[in-house]
């Protein structure tokens, strides 16, 4: 037989694989955590299902406000529970004005460890404050550390104030500063490329200017006054004395709280221990010199903390009956999904999840009304215009729709508020800016610093028109020009044709140029001055309701929600990481430079109020 003639050996049978001991160790890793991420959120929801607040009968209302105080429900992070979520500024008000005809509590401990909120969030919540006083109930305002401008005029809602020994009265007027960026971009070869629709539409002027120019002056002076006014006539109402008395004192301010007291601004001096134990007093004769008494084992605090008597107001929402449906739409307008995310948001408004929570009570049979709380200072001009087209879908869905501005109703923020039935505003509401501006950021500076090469090959004469690699020339800047200047035409007729007012009116109060609530309702531009509670009346009113509930969106979802939502959006999910700038308030001008980076995407266009300013 030859070697030809021998069988051919059986190919030889591969090993089977084997899987490696990490990706054993990773499959068993992964179906832990999800066993105990699922067994978490049960006990979640088992605990949301139970606690409803223990509120003491007899008790005085604990309102600790400390920090910043959130606009709109916040999206629990992975380690918090939803039901500990901190109250909203118009939950806090709403809390504050249901005590007043709860008959177990018997008065109010408002006490101001440093809160943040603009003069629309002060506002709502004194107006809170001041209608618990109204109910015949005792309140003491006080704070443990420092009064400032805000937080003093919120506390002078009380009858009585108090501060600790150690404290520090900061109430010495307001100002506002802005950060100009042009001299910091042009050392790193950034040069601004916007154009803007508007005398008084300075949003860019940070990063195009040195210094503010003479209408954006002339707006923010006319700002101040009227703010200025708000808070002298405010805190003159709350002590009993003249707005000239105010003024005096504020111009020759005293940061010693003995001196306070000698002035008439505060009324009593108390450590904050002594003060949690005998607040509760605060009705009886005498009550004032007992807080100087020593500490002993029989005083004990009678407190209901807010928090638990917020949990009680979530717990008795119904899934039956008539609901008026707040949402609240915060924080600057960008084009997107804005889907939830069990890691928290980024506090960006996005026309995708507006248009879902718009959808939502569109197909709820049981909500009669929709009340927008409003508190953006703008964005986009595409998806601002994408929400004023959700609102009219709604209003043509047979729902009344009030709009309710915050802190900020601007630019944007005002476009999409502008076909609503009726618009309140606080009277310290930062709103109108109806103005448009749009551009690029010119990086070829940065690139030959870099010493980075660039060659482009087109078709087309402006095919690079919002390339960030080069500066506009004179005809690609008329063409993006002419882009804006129809955008704020549109505007005008949008708010023209909302409000019913001629267009030519419209302008005139226009051009960019920013107005407080007060000043707004002066000019139309707003129907009444008012809180929350006023525009869920309203609402009310225009549904001819009598009965009813107030839900707020977006819903707060429970950890368990969140982690299935995470699960079945992983595949589809990126992750981003954002860069901390190092300069003077950074994180301000990276908030300000991703709304226009979103913006670019969609070629450019903005409504923003000017540089977010911050009133203190």
């Excluded at 991420?37 to 049960?42: E, F, L, R, S, T």
């Excluded at 100009?180 to 971009?185: D, I, N, Q």
């Excluded at 994408?386 to 609102?391: A, G, V």
């Amino acid at each position: 037989m030859s070697q030809l003639d021998d069988p051919i050996p059986p190919p030889p049978v591969p090993p089977r694989p084997r899987r490696s001991a990490l990706g054993v160790l990773l499959v068993v890793t992964l179906a832990a955590f999800f066993l105990f991420a699922a067994a978490i959120g049960v006990v979640v929801w088992l605990v949301e299902r139970a606690d409803r607040g223990d509120v003491e009968d007899g008790s005085f209302l604990h309102v600790h406000l400390a920090g910043e105080l959130p606009s709109s429900p916040q999206r629990p992070s992975f380690f918090e529970d939803p039901a500990d979520a901190a109250p909203t500024i118009t939950e806090i008000a709403r809390a504050i004005r249901h005590a007043s005809s709860d008959e177990r509590i018997e008065g109010l401990y408002l006490e101001l460890d440093g809160p943040q909120a603009g003069w629309g969030g002060m506002q709502e919540i004194r107006a809170a404050v001041r209608a618990f006083v109204d109910a015949g109930k005792p309140c003491v305002a006080y704070s443990p550390s420092v009064f400032t401008n805000g937080s003093y005029y919120l506390a002078t809602a009380c009858p009585t104030v108090g501060m600790a020994p150690a404290g520090v009265l900061l109430v010495n007027g307001l100002s506002v500063e802005l950060l100009y960026y042009k001299e910091a971009l042009a050392r790193l070869g950034v040069q601004a490329e916007y154009e803007h629709v508007g005398d008084f539409k300075s949003a860019i002027e940070p990063f195009e200017r040195d210094g503010p120019s003479a209408p954006a002056a002339a707006a923010y002076e006319g700002l101040l006054d009227s703010l200025y006014a708000q808070m002298v006539d405010g805190i003159a109402a709350g002590r009993s004395m003249t707005s000239d008395e105010v003024r005096a004192s504020i111009d020759d301010p005293t940061l010693v709280p003995r001196t306070a007291v000698e002035r008439g601004l505060l009324d009593v001096l108390a450590w904050p221990d002594a003060m949690e134990v005998r607040v509760h007093e605060a009705a009886e004769e005498g009550w004032a010199a007992r807080l100087e008494d020593p500490l002993t084992d029989d005083d004990a605090s009678e407190l209901t903390p807010l928090k638990e008597y917020v949990k009680e107001l979530r717990a008795d929402v119904s899934r039956f009956g008539a609901r008026i449906a707040v949402i609240h739409a915060s924080g600057s307008i960008v084009s997107g999904d804005g889907q939830p995310s069990l890691f928290g948001d980024d506090g960006l408004l996005t026309d995708g999840a507006y248009a879902r929570w718009m959808e939502e009570v569109r197909e709820d049979d049981n909500v009669k009304a929709v009340v927008v709380r409003v508190d953006s200072p703008g964005g986009s001009a595409l998806a601002s215009s994408l929400m004023w087209r959700d609102n009219a879908r709604t209003m043509a869905a047979g729902k009344p729709l009030v709009v309710s501005m915050g802190d900020y109703a601007a630019s944007g923020g005002y476009l999409m508020s502008a076909n609503a039935d009726w618009v309140v505003a606080a009277p310290g509401t930062l709103t109108g800016s109806i103005g448009v501006f749009g551009g690029k950021l010119d990086l070829s500076g940065t690139m030959d610093k870099l010493g980075i090469g660039r060659h482009a090959f087109q078709r087309g004469r402006m095919a690079d028109l919002l390339s960030l690699s080069s500066p506009f020339d004179d005809d690609e800047r008329v063409v993006f020009r002419a882009y804006l200047e129809e955008f704020y035409g549109q505007f005008l007729d949008i708010v023209s044709t909302g409000r019913g007012l001629e267009r030519d009116a419209v302008h005139e109060v226009a051009q960019g140029r920013v107005w407080t609530g007060e000043q707004a309702l002066d000019h139309e531009l707003v129907d009444a001055l008012g809180t929350l509670d006023d525009a869920v009346a309203k609402a009310a009113e225009l549904a001819n309701l009598e009965d009813y509930q107030v839900v707020d969106y977006p819903k707060r979802r429970t950890f368990f929600e969140l982690l299935m939502e995470d699960f079945e959006d992983a595949a589809a999910r990126t992750v981003t990481v954002d860069v901390a700038l190092p300069l003077p308030e950074g994180e301000a001008l990276r908030r300000e430079l991703s709304v226009l980076e979103h913006a670019s995407r969609e070629g450019g266009a903005l409504m923003l109020l000017p540089g977010l300013p911050t009133v203190r």
